[in-house]
């Protein structure tokens, strides 16, 4: 039983950063077929910098559509990008995500991302899908702004 828990504990750490690697021949047409469905890689692609430089590189790089904050529009957008052999974002496509204009803005930051380090099987860099998380938050003082703003008009 408490081995059951250690387990159930490992594959939930797993999936707690949100950021997914695995194969889907659909999407990234770089990996070889002799890699399995779910291929525990080596070495996962990482930014320069590891996820805190991702995140900060993302709240950087965003320029939040004036509409969007005109009509108060904030969701978090799922990217999928191809983290090719030489470490190069390449394919991105949106997962997940609510409102157009968001998703073009994830879209332009993330294929613009500097080069990552590949993710490494058998002892050789290989293309690895990945999804990334973008999120468009409003900060609270700027939605209170608006709220004034429209009820005055």
């Known amino acids: 039983m408490n081995l059951f828990k250690i387990c159930i504990l490992i594959i939930a750490l797993g999936y707690s950063e949100g950021i997914y690697c695995q194969k889907d021949s659909t999407y990234c047409d770089c990996l070889p077929d002799s890699i399995n469905a779910f291929t525990w ?3 996962l692609p990482t ?3 590891g996820s805190e430089a991702v995140s900060e590189y993302i709240k950087e790089s965003i320029k939040y559509p ?3 904050i005109g009509n108060l529009l904030e969701d978090r957008v799922y990217v999928r990008i191809c983290i ?3 470490g190069k974002v ?3 496509a949106i997962s997940k995500g609510k409102y157009e204009m968001l998703n073009k803005e994830a879209l332009r930051v993330v ?3 500097p080069d990552w380090k590949p993710a490494f099987l058998r002892g050789r860099s290989v293309c690895c899908p990945y999804t990334l998380p ?3 938050k409003i900060d609270r003082i700027t939605k209170r702004k608006i709220r004034q703003e429209r009820r005055t008009k």
């Open 47 to 49: 930014f320069p910098g």
């Open 90 to 92: 390449e394919n991105a």
């Open 84 to 86: 090719s052999e030489t």
């Open 41 to 43: 890689y080596e070495e």
């Open 66 to 68: 004036e509409e969007a």
């Open 134 to 136: 973008v999120n468009f």
């Open 111 to 113: 294929s613009q991302m």
